[in-house]
């Protein structure tokens, strides 16, 4: 199992959507202060089940959603999926490629899915706990490969 891709829409300073692919080896993140680098650590965590605002740079939770600049107008909803190879079977389900998606919005609503169904943080939770994979443990592992 690892990390295929990531797709952010509206989150932070992902207003578009965007699509970051992750091939077998080693992927690197690189770009100058405040092009977003750190952004896209907050929203692995953040799909994850980060509660906490203050660990993902932000006070309250509409933070995490596009809040518009001068010249665009901000989003009423973050949302970020994360795509598994599921190959190996390591995740218990009978898929070879799991998304695990959670959506914000203004309102306050928030949805985590699995594989496009709704589900709980705690599905979310039960589906990495016997990975070794939680979002803690993803992101060390993530930030020490792509230092």
């Known amino acids: 199992m690892y990390l295929k891709r990531l797709e952010m829409q509206g989150f932070k300073s992902f207003a578009d959507k965007t699509v970051l692919e992750f091939l077998p080896?080693?992927?690197t993140v690189i770009g100058p202060?405040?092009?977003?680098?750190?952004?896209?650590?907050?929203?692995?965590?953040w799909v994850l089940g980060e509660q906490s605002m203050k660990s993902l740079r932000g006070s309250k939770s509409e933070d995490v959603i596009f809040a518009g600049t001068q010249n665009r107008k901000s989003l009423g909803?973050?949302?970020?999926?994360?795509?598994f190879d599921n190959m190996d079977g390591k995740l218990p389900v009978e898929y070879t490629e799991v998304t695990v998606t959670?959506?914000?919005?203004?309102s306050g609503e928030s949805q985590y899915f699995i594989n496009k169904v709704q589900c709980r943080l705690k599905d979310v939770i039960e589906l990495f706990m016997d990975t070794g994979i939680?979002?803690?443990r993803l992101l060390n592992n993530w930030t020490r490969k792509n230092r």
């Open 77 to 83: 909803f973050a949302e970020v999926s994360l795509i």
């Open 134 to 136: 939680g979002k803690d």
């Open 33 to 45: 202060n405040g092009s977003g680098k750190s952004n896209i650590s907050d929203s692995i965590r």
């Open 102 to 106: 959670r959506k914000l919005y203004r």
């Open 25 to 27: 080896g080693i992927t």
